[in-house]
């Protein structure tokens, strides 16, 4: 009679002996001693495997750069492994969303606070059994909306694209929604691989609206026509120090082209260059309002210049701001 095999698990720099699995996904061994040699000759290669288990769930997960090895809880016992191949069976998932970004604390996950990229890899994560980082094509700030904001995930998962948008709508909150799901090569990044974004700022003329607070900046007296030809400036490629946080990064940046319409009480401005700095936006359309108030006397061509943040430090609300598309 064959001896029921026991798995050892890796744990930091030893093996646990105490777990009885069910090892009939990597093939039939006659005791213990097959069964560890085969994950030693097999899997292990020296390297040591990282915890990827997703905590209050039945799954074990452990994953190195070769390896995602998935192990089900029953009680005390193992009742089902799976051992993946990265190379083999590792997908990138690419996502388009949307959200409301009024009750996050930004893209960017946050320790104690609500993001929209802490949201995401929860309900993935879960998915996928194992935990799953999310990247995203913008980190957008505290307060700022998304009308297609792009990400990217790996997984071993094999579902339909449709199957993830319906799954991931079904657990995600309402201020979150998926609009679109496809699998895209490895060397995609939805970071890395944009060459060219726009977003929009909503400006709201009209009488005072609580309703519209977290979605526009109120702003009396404002000569659109006058607003696009102040912004048809930042047109060309240019050293946006005056309108950037501080940091080594480089400064230059290419702006395509810039759009202003109005809709009765409402200016969208469309903003699409090669890629834009922290904050830059936001300073962009805080210091033309300023210039077509009569508030700084300066143009926008000279405050470019200066390559100071000196005359440049009044920054739109971030409800105003939305990321409107993402180019790759």
């Not at 930042?234 to 109005?262: L, M, P, W």
């Amino acid at each position: 009679m064959v001896a029921e095999p026991t798995i050892y698990l890796l744990q930091g720099n030893r093996f646990a002996e105490d777990l009885v699995v069910d090892v009939k996904n990597v093939g039939v061994f006659t005791g213990i001693q097959d069964c560890m040699q085969y994950i030693q000759s097999s899997l292990l290669d020296q390297e040591l495997f990282a915890d990827v288990s997703i905590p209050k769930t039945d799954y074990i997960a452990l994953q190195n750069s070769k390896y995602l090895i998935r192990l089900k809880r029953n009680n005390d016992f193992i009742d089902k492994l799976i051992i993946h191949s990265l190379k083999e069976e590792l997908h990138r998932v690419k996502m388009e969303i949307s959200y409301d970004g009024s009750d996050f604390y930004g893209f960017q996950k946050q320790s104690s606070h609500r993001s929209i990229q802490g949201v995401l890899e929860t309900e993935i994560s879960l998915i996928n059994g194992y935990f799953t980082s999310v990247s995203g094509s913008s980190r957008t700030d505290v307060g700022v909306h998304a009308l297609h904001q792009v990400i990217h995930f790996d997984t071993v998962q094999t579902m339909d694209e449709d199957r993830w948008k319906v799954v991931l709508n079904h657990s995600l909150p309402s201020d979150l929604y998926v609009k679109n799901v496809s699998y895209v090569t490895n060397d995609f990044h939805a970071r890395y691989s944009v060459t060219q974004k726009t977003y929009r700022y909503v400006l709201y003329t009209g009488e005072y609206n609580p309703m519209r607070h977290k979605y526009a900046w109120f702003v009396e007296h404002l000569d659109e026509e006058l607003l696009e030809k102040v912004l048809s400036a930042f047109v060309g490629t240019h050293d946006f120090t005056s309108f950037a946080t501080k940091g080594k990064e480089n400064k230059i940046r290419t702006i395509y082209e810039v759009v202003v319409q109005k809709d009765h009480s409402s200016i969208y401005i469309d903003i699409t260059g090669s890629g834009f700095l922290h904050h830059m936006v936001r300073l962009i359309i805080g210091t033309a309002i300023r210039v077509v108030q009569k508030e700084l006397p300066y143009s926008m061509e000279e405050l470019l210049s200066m390559k100071s943040r000196k005359y440049t430090n009044i920054i739109a609300p971030s409800a105003g701001l939305y990321l409107k598309n993402v180019i790759y």
